[in-house]
């Protein structure tokens, strides 16, 4: 299981060529891959190498990568959000709703299609917490979760990936949830959600 899960893992987060090698990071104007990238398990690890690595680099150990950050798995047993927190699902017509969290209306426009479902609680007509597809493949995605400051510690987060979770499975795919190890506000999301750290990603440049 767990040597899916890095499979899945590495096909949301970067673009791969026939030879299976990455290239960029698999969202709208995704930015160039690491040269190495390595996702660690307890009982497994996958490494990926950029397409323009030479077939004759030495592979680095993995004591030469950075350490990136946490990939988190969903249970099985994954509960709706509370009916009194609100959750709704954005169209591609809320774009005024999700604005101030750094989305330009060209963008939200243009990627929509690719990083729908979208979640969110609201204040009035403005999102204090949203969800969407960061990373999407027709087997996983991985989730993108803001929560606007004031707002943190409410379980606002927690809501609206869970709706999101659910209906990424709804679709066959399989949620996915990662981040940073000094996001630590996102971590807190994954130890609310009762999410398994199944792996660690690590990355050369």
């Not at 988190?72 to 509960?79: D, S, T």
């Amino acid at each position: 299981m767990t040597a899916s899960l890095l499979e899945l893992h590495a096909e949301a987060l970067f673009t791969h060529d026939a030879r299976g090698r990455i290239g960029f990071a698999n969202e709208p104007d995704g930015k160039r891959a690491p040269r190495y990238f390595c996702a660690r398990s307890l009982d497994a690890e996958l490494w990926r190498v950029r397409d323009d690595v030479a077939d004759d680099e030495p592979r680095p150990t993995l004591a030469d990568l950075k350490a990136d950050g946490p990939a988190y798995g969903f249970p099985a047993a994954l509960a709706a959000p509370a009916a009194g927190l609100g959750v709704v699902e954005l169209g591609p017509g809320d774009f005024e709703r999700v604005r101030h969290f750094g989305w330009e209306r060209h963008e939200y426009a243009r990627d929509f299609a690719v990083r729908a479902p979208f979640f969110a609680i609201l204040d009035g007509e403005r999102a204090i917490a949203h969800c969407f597809s960061a990373r999407l493949t027709s087997r996983a995605a991985e989730a993108g979760v803001t929560t606007h400051g004031a707002y943190r510690g409410r379980g606002h987060g927690p809501a609206v990936v869970a709706a999101w979770a659910l209906a990424i499975r709804a679709t066959g795919r399989t949620p996915l949830y990662s981040t940073s190890w000094d996001n630590t506000a996102s971590q807190a999301v994954a130890r609310k959600l009762g999410l398994v750290h199944y792996a660690s990603d690590f990355s050369l440049s």
